[in-house]
């Protein structure tokens, strides 16, 4: 199985702050690296596949990078509704896993 | 609009069953492997299982494998987890979760979920 592991597991930042979320893979994954927005009570929303990918309709202040087993997920400028819980997800392999998650606090 | 809608969930005793469905609509549901995420209270998302389009392959999370089965009816446009020797760990909310699959800019092709239906709260409690 692949672990996946987040960092921080929560972060605290005010609208208009430059926010950077990393996620590690246990082994290299390519770009099979995917993110995800979930806000309280919601299901998780799409934000990046491949790595780098942006879903449509996302705000291009949002970016993810890397490759193996490093990826960022970044969001430029904050807004009130950028705050919520962040996951990263490796579908490398079938067995799915998630990180567990990045907490986005004001 | 594509939209995936769970029910089933509730109250059951550890030891007990439970089967959740998931009604698919707005896309042409045999064309797409579906999953099974859940996410216990106040923690983060476990990856269940997976059917394929045909249901030619199906793959379960350690955690559940034996205890849990996955099926598809592709005529009814739904998706089912059956639930059995249900665990206390086994609370959770349930998504059914449409995968879908882009190329990346290697031509490699990477599978992702979208979009999630709006879960089903499972309870297993004496």
């Known amino acids: 199985d692949i672990q996946m592991t987040q960092s921080p597991s929560s972060l605290s930042a005010s609208v208009g702050d430059r926010v950077t979320i990393t996620c590690r893979a246990s082994q290299s994954i390519s770009t099979y690296l995917n993110w995800y927005q979930q806000k309280p009570g919601k299901a998780p929303k799409l934000l990046i596949y491949?790595?780098?990918s942006l879903q449509s309709g996302v705000p291009s202040r949002f970016s993810g990078g890397g490759s193996g087993t490093d990826f960022t997920l970044t969001i430029n400028s904050l807004q009130p509704e950028d705050f919520a819980t962040y996951y990263c997800q490796q579908s490398f392999i079938t067995l799915y896993s998630f990180g567990q998650g990045t907490k986005l606090e004001v | 609009e594509v939209q995936m809608v769970e029910s089933g969930g509730g109250l059951a005793k550890p030891g007990g069953s439970l089967r959740l469905s998931c009604a698919a609509s707005g896309f042409t549901f045999s064309d797409y492997n579906m999953n099974w995420v859940r996410q216990a209270p106040g923690k983060g998302l476990e990856w269940v299982s997976i059917i394929s389009s045909r249901s030619n392959y199906i793959y379960y999370a350690d955690s559940v494998k034996g205890r849990f089965t996955i099926s598809r009816d592709n005529a009814r446009n739904s998706l089912y987890l059956q639930m059995n020797s249900l665990r206390v760990e086994d609370t959770a909310v349930y998504y059914c979760?449409?995968?879908?699959?882009?190329?990346?800019?290697?031509?490699?092709?990477?599978?992702?979920?979208?979009?999630w239906g709006q879960g089903t709260l499972v309870t297993v409690s004496s």
């Open positions: 491949a790595a780098s």
């Open positions: 979760v449409r995968e879908r699959s882009e190329a990346d800019s290697s031509g490699s092709y990477v599978n992702f979920f979208d979009p």
